[in-house]
């Protein structure tokens, strides 16, 4: 029963970010020894609940819930990767309650009411959703990295040396990650898309491209590709970077909401 | 037990006399059977860092430490006297807690000094120099550096201004591995810094002096290159890290250089530690993103905040070793009276066996439970008699007529004599406490 692992899960995340919210709250004690174990095994059975879902009857990334968990599973990969890579546990502030919320609300129900129209190809829709959401979450991590990276930078030119924020990582790591994060999910989200397209021209022929969520699509990542590019060649990092990625995010907020406005773009066939 | 400690550390003694002092890790296990085999000694480590060189031990009463340093390195006593120090047990006991701890350190809080005591532990105790009260002591010891370590924020702050340039410099660029530093004006302060920065894995110098031959100098000091004074700014675009030291009237560098450094850049940050007076680099360069400037009065003010933390830790640090001094005190003395509790119960015990061999004669055939009985009344009748002293001898082991009740006591059964009694002190008393 995916259900049942999925739960698993989220009480393995909520262990997680309870040791994260108290280890936030006071810097003497260090949880990290439960936080980390915690959210591994959460993803372990977060892993095994997506393979059950994926192995059962259920109609496959057919609803919203599904989705949902998807995303968590992906974010809090992310975390781990990043985690495992620089040594620093600073993007759990906010990847563990997303994850967490995600998941709790993907646990309520994971069955479609109905399935995806059978004409649209199975395959392609599963690419175009597990690379968009690798992308989702890629920039999602950047976006938070950015905002890190002006509250070092703020906290650095207020010239105090200890305090609260004194425990992120280096200006230049969360700078890193930021870039590489970007770098990681740039092919994603264009494969995703690309792999949309596919479907969508399949099943609509081009008409699809006049639809808002499509277009909100196509603004999101064009916003990404800008800032991929004006990190890459002009070494936009701090404000300028942080404003762009909110937008960029933002855009792909709004791109992931448009759901509901979409004519063609539905999880569940109308 | 008697703890006895004497040493030299970076207070008492000058480096010269350190340096003669210090025992080279080869020659480390000679020294300390040297010292174990002083007379009266039962058990010694010594320690032997940069800053310090100790020697600890557990004598009997009476012996004479002092005599050991002279002697192991053929120095004329006199001309150590005036810088070693000694401790005798409570105060021995809170400088091995406090060197642990890292409180007895010349930059308090660094972090090596622990795993310094615990590999000069382990190789006194490889050679088997180490084993119970001063195993006692040591593992103590390390408990108590752990609780300070984990209850203070001791370790987490540092003090000098270079320290707190090499600070921030890393919650800038992370590491400093790779980095570059460009000193502007190749002063001592600047010099020092730079050591800093290097120690902590900056790798390229560039120097820049008015006085080329000085940069020069400096420069060639560092594996560096020195930079003509004209080409000041250009110099500028390769350094992650500028160290201002210039006697200059007028700031070097102004916000206009700082926008070209950054576009030449790429926007990559760049630090400035400017310790000129006057300031070398305007302030409105630090307003620049990616720009951080901090001058003398920033990094000072950095440091001693840093150092009324510090200050403030530590004193909860020495708290807390008083508190674990107290509670090591109270355990080895009633430590103490183990070897009497245990000679006490063996001298009943052989008046109880040697009585019952006397009668079982008389007893003719007797039933498995009669004899069971008989050794059940019997061991009732001492626990119950020995019950009363031996608690008093516990509850009193502590306070200050400890020594006279352990006396009456051995007087009264007179346990003095016996020679088995000494012989198991030395066997298992932290064992046979606890089963008590």
């Known amino acids: 029963m995916p259900l049942f692992w999925l739960r698993v899960a989220l009480t393995l995340y909520g262990v997680g ?42 109609a496959p990334l057919s609803s919203l819930h599904q989705i949902e968990s998807l995303l968590a599973f992906l974010l809090m990969t992310f975390f781990f990767v990043i985690y495992a890579r620089y040594k620093t546990a600073s993007p759990g502030i906010a990847v563990f309650p997303l994850a967490f919320l995600l998941t709790l609300s993907a646990q309520s129900s994971i069955l479609a009411t109905d399935s995806v129209a059978p004409q649209v190809s199975v395959s392609w ?74 479907v969508a021209e399949a099943r609509y022929g081009a008409r699809y491209f006049s639809d808002p969520k499509i277009l909100f699509s196509i603004v999101m990542w064009v ?17 300028r970077a942080a404003y762009m990625a909110a937008f960029a995010f933002g855009t792909a907020i709004v791109a992931l909401a448009a759901n509901s406005l979409s004519s063609v773009h539905r999880f569940i066939a109308p | 037990m008697n703890f006895k400690l004497i040493g030299v550390n970076h207070n008492t003694a000058p480096l010269e006399v350190r340096e003669r002092l210090a025992v080279s890790e080869e020659r480390l296990p000679d020294a300390i059977r040297m ?22 031990t557990s004598t009997r009463q009476g012996t004479d430490l002092r005599g050991f340093f002279p002697r192991y390195f053929g120095l004329s006593p006199d001309a150590l006297n005036s810088h070693i120090y000694e401790f005798e047990q409570r105060e021995a006991v809170r400088h091995v807690f406090r060197v642990a701890s890292s409180l007895d350190s010349m930059v308090v809080g660094e972090p090596q000094i622990l795993g310094q005591v615990k590999e000069a532990y382990a190789v006194a105790r490889g050679l088997g120099a180490v084993h119970s009260a001063l195993d006692a002591l040591l593992s103590r010891a390390f408990a ?52 800093h ?103 000072q003010s950095a440091a001693s905040n840093n150092t009324a933390e510090r200050k403030r830790e530590a004193q909860r640090a020495e708290q807390i070793v008083e508190l674990e001094v107290d509670r090591f005190a109270v355990r080895m003395k009633s430590l103490h009276v183990v070897p009497t509790i245990l000679s006490l119960q063996e001298y009943c015990e052989t008046i109880r066996q040697a009585e019952i061999d006397r009668i079982r004669g008389r007893l003719g055939s007797i039933t498995p439970e009669q004899e069971a009985a008989i050794e059940a009344m019997t061991r009732g009748i001492i626990n119950k008699l020995l019950h009363m002293p031996i608690t008093t001898l516990k509850s009193t082991a502590a306070g200050p007529e400890a020594a006279e009740v352990h006396d009456v006591i051995r007087r009264i059964f007179n346990l003095n004599r016996d020679r088995k009694g000494e012989d198991l002190r030395k066997e298992s008393p932290a064992k046979k406490e606890t089963e008590d």
């Open chain 2, 144 to 195: 108590v550096a752990k609780r300070v370590r984990s209850e203070t924020a001791i370790g987490s702050s540092s003090v000098s201004i270079s320290a707190v340039a090499v600070q921030l410099a890393e919650r800038i660029f992370g590491s400093l591995k790779g980095r570059t530093v460009y000193l502007v004006g190749a002063g001592k302060m600047a010099e020092l810094a730079a050591r």
């Open chain 2, 197 to 299: 920065l290097v120690s902590h894995g900056a790798e390229n110098i560039l120097v820049c002096n008015r006085t080329h031959e000085r940069a020069l100098q400096l420069a060639e000091a560092f594996g560096g290159e020195a930079v003509p004074y004209e080409r000041l700014h250009e110099a500028a675009e390769r350094a992650d890290i500028v160290l201002t030291s210039t006697g200059a009237a007028e700031p070097l560098f102004l916000r206009e250089h700082g926008e070209a450094l950054l576009s030449r850049r790429k926007n990559r940050p760049m630090f400035f530690i400017d310790i000129a007076v006057p300031r070398n680099v305007h302030p409105d360069l630090g307003r620049l993103d990616g720009m951080f400037v901090y001058d003398v009065d920033d990094l």
């Open chain 1, 17 to 58: 970010l309870l040791c994260a919210v108290v280890t936030l709250w006071d810097s003497r004690r260090r949880l990290m020894g439960v936080m980390l174990p915690a959210a591994g095994a959460g993803i372990v059975f977060h892993f095994v609940s997506l393979t059950e879902t994926a192995m059962s009857d259920i």
């Open chain 2, 35 to 56: 010292l174990v085999e002083q007379p009266g000694v039962d058990e010694g480590m010594v320690l032997s860092t940069c800053n310090r060189v100790e020697v600890l």
């Open chain 1, 223 to 239: 916003l990404y590709t800008v800032l991929l590019y004006a990190r890459w060649s002009a070494g936009w990092r701090g404000r």
């Open chain 1, 125 to 198: 829709t599963y690419m175009h959703v597990g690379l968009i959401l690798l992308g989702y979450s890629a920039l999602f991590v950047s976006f938070f990295a950015s905002i890190l990276y002006l509250i070092q930078e703020r906290n650095l030119k207020a010239k105090g040396v200890g305090g609260f924020w004194s425990r992120l990582p280096a200006l230049a790591t969360i700078d890193e990650i930021g870039y590489r994060c970007l770098l990681v999910g740039f092919p994603f989200m264009t494969f995703g898309l690309i792999a949309g397209s596919v």
